[in-house]
Protein backbone atom coordinates (compact mmCIF):
# COMPACT_ATOMS: atom_id res chain seq x y z
CA UNK A 1 0.00 0.00 0.00
CA UNK A 2 0.93 3.45 -0.93
CA UNK A 3 2.66 5.25 2.42
CA UNK A 4 -0.73 7.20 2.90
CA UNK A 5 -2.38 8.00 5.92
CA UNK A 6 -5.33 10.30 6.70
CA UNK A 7 -6.50 11.65 10.47
CA UNK A 8 -8.14 11.59 12.22
CA UNK A 9 -9.68 8.92 11.13
CA UNK A 10 -13.42 9.71 12.45
CA UNK A 11 -14.81 13.10 14.17
CA UNK A 12 -18.09 14.17 14.86
CA UNK A 13 -18.21 17.80 15.14
CA UNK A 14 -21.30 20.77 15.47
CA UNK A 15 -21.69 23.37 13.10
CA UNK A 16 -20.25 26.09 13.18
CA UNK A 17 -16.47 24.64 14.35
CA UNK A 18 -13.29 24.55 12.42
CA UNK A 19 -12.25 21.72 11.35
CA UNK A 20 -8.89 20.49 10.38
CA UNK A 21 -7.81 16.89 8.12
CA UNK A 22 -4.50 16.13 7.47
CA UNK A 23 -3.09 13.86 4.81
CA UNK A 24 0.64 12.29 5.19
CA UNK A 25 2.12 10.53 2.73
CA UNK A 26 5.70 9.14 2.54
CA UNK A 27 6.26 8.62 -0.95
CA UNK A 28 7.43 12.26 -1.74
CA UNK A 29 4.62 12.26 -4.65
CA UNK A 30 4.43 15.68 -6.47
CA UNK A 31 0.48 15.72 -6.06
CA UNK A 32 -2.05 15.93 -3.76
CA UNK A 33 -5.98 15.56 -4.04
CA UNK A 34 -8.76 16.31 -1.23
CA UNK A 35 -11.98 14.22 -2.62
CA UNK A 36 -15.46 13.73 -0.72
CA UNK A 37 -17.53 11.10 -0.97
CA UNK A 38 -21.14 10.87 -0.88
CA UNK A 39 -23.94 8.57 -1.60
CA UNK A 40 -25.20 9.21 -5.75
CA UNK A 41 -22.13 11.24 -6.37
CA UNK A 42 -19.15 9.25 -6.30
CA UNK A 43 -15.85 11.18 -5.66
CA UNK A 44 -15.75 14.65 -5.83
CA UNK A 45 -12.50 16.93 -5.83
CA UNK A 46 -12.59 19.63 -3.48
CA UNK A 47 -8.81 21.06 -3.72
CA UNK A 48 -5.57 19.85 -5.27
CA UNK A 49 -1.74 20.71 -4.54
CA UNK A 50 0.93 20.30 -7.87
CA UNK A 51 3.73 21.45 -5.25
CA UNK A 52 4.39 22.83 -1.93
CA UNK A 53 2.66 26.01 -1.61
CA UNK A 54 0.82 25.38 -4.61
CA UNK A 55 -2.91 24.55 -4.87
CA UNK A 56 -6.19 25.16 -6.27
CA UNK A 57 -9.75 24.50 -6.04
CA UNK A 58 -12.03 21.71 -7.32
CA UNK A 59 -15.68 20.68 -8.15
CA UNK A 60 -16.55 21.58 -4.51
CA UNK A 61 -14.27 23.99 -3.00
CA UNK A 62 -16.89 26.63 -1.21
CA UNK A 63 -16.57 26.01 2.29
CA UNK A 64 -12.90 24.83 2.16
CA UNK A 65 -9.59 25.62 2.45
CA UNK A 66 -6.26 23.62 2.03
CA UNK A 67 -2.54 24.29 2.76
CA UNK A 68 0.70 22.68 2.17
CA UNK A 69 3.63 24.26 3.78
CA UNK A 70 5.54 20.74 3.25
CA UNK A 71 5.67 17.87 0.71
CA UNK A 72 4.29 14.91 2.77
CA UNK A 73 1.17 17.15 4.00
CA UNK A 74 -1.65 18.53 3.05
CA UNK A 75 -4.21 20.24 5.56
CA UNK A 76 -7.95 20.23 4.65
CA UNK A 77 -10.01 22.67 6.79
CA UNK A 78 -13.44 23.52 7.06
CA UNK A 79 -13.66 27.09 8.42
CA UNK A 80 -16.69 26.84 9.73
CA UNK A 81 -18.50 23.20 9.17
CA UNK A 82 -22.47 22.71 8.06
CA UNK A 83 -23.93 19.61 7.84
CA UNK A 84 -23.79 19.49 4.34
CA UNK A 85 -19.81 18.94 4.86
CA UNK A 86 -20.96 15.67 6.40
CA UNK A 87 -19.08 13.17 4.51
CA UNK A 88 -16.11 10.89 3.91
CA UNK A 89 -13.08 12.52 2.78
CA UNK A 90 -10.60 10.83 1.14
CA UNK A 91 -6.54 12.22 0.25
CA UNK A 92 -4.82 11.28 -3.07
CA UNK A 93 -1.43 11.20 -4.04
CA UNK A 94 0.14 10.98 -7.19
CA UNK A 95 3.89 11.20 -8.80
CA UNK A 96 3.04 12.88 -11.99
CA UNK A 97 -0.17 14.01 -14.23
CA UNK A 98 0.88 11.82 -17.12
CA UNK A 99 -0.52 8.37 -18.22
CA UNK A 100 0.46 5.22 -15.70
CA UNK A 101 1.10 8.07 -12.64
CA UNK A 102 -1.97 6.43 -10.32
CA UNK A 103 -3.51 8.44 -7.57
CA UNK A 104 -3.43 6.61 -4.41
CA UNK A 105 -6.10 7.16 -2.27
CA UNK A 106 -5.70 6.73 1.67
CA UNK A 107 -8.00 4.91 4.02
CA UNK A 108 -10.57 7.93 4.22
CA UNK A 109 -12.13 10.05 7.07
CA UNK A 110 -15.86 10.27 8.27
CA UNK A 111 -16.81 13.06 9.32
CA UNK A 112 -20.08 13.90 10.66
CA UNK A 113 -21.42 16.95 11.20
CA UNK A 114 -24.28 17.78 13.80
CA UNK B 1 -22.36 19.45 -13.81
CA UNK B 2 -21.92 15.97 -13.87
CA UNK B 3 -19.43 15.09 -16.65
CA UNK B 4 -19.07 11.50 -16.26
CA UNK B 5 -22.59 9.21 -16.20
CA UNK B 6 -22.63 5.63 -14.64
CA UNK B 7 -24.79 2.82 -14.57
CA UNK B 8 -26.34 0.80 -12.96
CA UNK B 9 -26.32 2.13 -9.30
CA UNK B 10 -26.41 -1.41 -7.95
CA UNK B 11 -25.73 -4.81 -9.68
CA UNK B 12 -26.56 -8.01 -8.62
CA UNK B 13 -25.06 -11.16 -10.54
CA UNK B 14 -24.40 -15.12 -9.59
CA UNK B 15 -20.81 -16.51 -8.96
CA UNK B 16 -19.32 -17.25 -13.01
CA UNK B 17 -21.39 -14.77 -13.67
CA UNK B 18 -20.57 -11.47 -16.16
CA UNK B 19 -20.50 -8.16 -14.32
CA UNK B 20 -21.16 -5.01 -16.95
CA UNK B 21 -21.00 -1.65 -16.22
CA UNK B 22 -21.02 1.39 -18.20
CA UNK B 23 -19.67 5.24 -18.17
CA UNK B 24 -21.12 7.77 -20.50
CA UNK B 25 -18.67 11.22 -20.88
CA UNK B 26 -19.56 14.77 -22.20
CA UNK B 27 -15.81 16.31 -22.38
CA UNK B 28 -13.99 15.02 -25.54
CA UNK B 29 -10.72 16.75 -24.22
CA UNK B 30 -10.60 13.72 -21.33
CA UNK B 31 -7.78 11.39 -22.50
CA UNK B 32 -7.77 8.66 -19.61
CA UNK B 33 -10.42 6.66 -18.15
CA UNK B 34 -9.64 4.68 -15.04
CA UNK B 35 -11.66 2.55 -13.46
CA UNK B 36 -11.41 2.27 -9.44
CA UNK B 37 -12.00 -0.80 -6.70
CA UNK B 38 -13.55 0.31 -3.41
CA UNK B 39 -14.45 -2.56 -0.58
CA UNK B 40 -16.30 -1.05 2.66
CA UNK B 41 -14.13 1.20 5.05
CA UNK B 42 -10.80 1.42 2.46
CA UNK B 43 -10.00 3.90 -0.52
CA UNK B 44 -10.45 3.63 -3.95
CA UNK B 45 -7.86 1.34 -5.44
CA UNK B 46 -6.87 1.41 -9.36
CA UNK B 47 -7.95 -1.82 -11.07
CA UNK B 48 -7.79 -0.94 -14.60
CA UNK B 49 -7.79 1.80 -16.85
CA UNK B 50 -7.62 2.53 -20.86
CA UNK B 51 -6.77 5.58 -22.93
CA UNK B 52 -8.80 6.41 -25.90
CA UNK B 53 -6.72 5.07 -28.71
CA UNK B 54 -7.67 1.27 -27.94
CA UNK B 55 -10.78 0.05 -28.23
CA UNK B 56 -10.51 -2.76 -25.91
CA UNK B 57 -7.69 -3.23 -22.34
CA UNK B 58 -7.92 -6.73 -20.57
CA UNK B 59 -6.34 -8.15 -17.29
CA UNK B 60 -7.27 -11.37 -16.34
CA UNK B 61 -11.12 -11.36 -15.92
CA UNK B 62 -11.45 -7.40 -16.10
CA UNK B 63 -11.83 -5.76 -19.34
CA UNK B 64 -12.61 -2.18 -20.97
CA UNK B 65 -14.26 -1.87 -23.63
CA UNK B 66 -14.24 1.78 -25.23
CA UNK B 67 -16.38 3.40 -27.88
CA UNK B 68 -14.97 6.70 -29.08
CA UNK B 69 -17.31 8.12 -30.69
CA UNK B 70 -20.76 7.17 -28.61
CA UNK B 71 -18.18 8.72 -25.88
CA UNK B 72 -19.07 5.45 -23.43
CA UNK B 73 -16.96 2.98 -22.04
CA UNK B 74 -17.70 0.05 -19.75
CA UNK B 75 -16.34 -2.42 -17.36
CA UNK B 76 -17.06 -6.59 -17.85
CA UNK B 77 -15.96 -8.54 -15.12
CA UNK B 78 -15.63 -11.98 -16.43
CA UNK B 79 -16.26 -15.46 -14.00
CA UNK B 80 -17.44 -12.88 -11.08
CA UNK B 81 -16.33 -14.16 -8.05
CA UNK B 82 -17.73 -13.11 -4.15
CA UNK B 83 -14.32 -11.52 -3.46
CA UNK B 84 -15.33 -8.93 -6.41
CA UNK B 85 -18.27 -7.65 -4.41
CA UNK B 86 -17.10 -4.01 -3.49
CA UNK B 87 -18.00 -1.10 -5.69
CA UNK B 88 -16.91 0.24 -8.95
CA UNK B 89 -16.62 3.92 -10.16
CA UNK B 90 -15.24 5.07 -13.30
CA UNK B 91 -13.50 7.91 -14.14
CA UNK B 92 -12.16 10.24 -16.31
CA UNK B 93 -9.33 12.81 -16.74
CA UNK B 94 -6.71 14.84 -19.50
CA UNK B 95 -3.44 13.78 -18.46
CA UNK B 96 -0.79 16.14 -18.57
CA UNK B 97 -0.82 19.99 -19.26
CA UNK B 98 -2.71 22.25 -16.68
CA UNK B 99 -5.54 19.95 -15.72
CA UNK B 100 -3.12 18.32 -12.57
CA UNK B 101 -4.47 14.56 -13.38
CA UNK B 102 -7.41 16.15 -11.40
CA UNK B 103 -10.12 13.01 -12.22
CA UNK B 104 -13.85 13.14 -12.42
CA UNK B 105 -15.68 10.72 -11.12
CA UNK B 106 -18.88 8.85 -11.71
CA UNK B 107 -21.58 7.64 -9.41
CA UNK B 108 -20.83 4.30 -8.16
CA UNK B 109 -21.89 0.69 -9.21
CA UNK B 110 -22.45 -1.27 -5.60
CA UNK B 111 -22.17 -5.03 -7.23
CA UNK B 112 -22.71 -7.64 -5.29
CA UNK B 113 -21.72 -11.27 -6.08
CA UNK B 114 -23.81 -14.26 -4.61
CA UNK B 115 -22.29 -17.60 -4.18
Known amino acids: DAGITQSPRHKVTETGTPVTLRCHQTENHRYMYWYRQDPGHGLRLIHYSYGVKDTDKGEVSDGYSVSRSKTEDFLLTLESATSSQTSVYFC?????????????FGPGTRLTVL | QQQVKQSPQSLIVQKGGISIINCAYE??????FPWYQQFPGKGPALLIAIRPDVSEKKEGRFTISFNKSAKQFSLHIMDSQPGDSATYFC??????????????FGQGTILTVHP
Open chain 2, 91 to 104: AATMRGGTSYGKLT
Open chain 1, 92 to 104: AISEGTGTGNEQF
Open chain 2, 27 to 32: NTAFDY
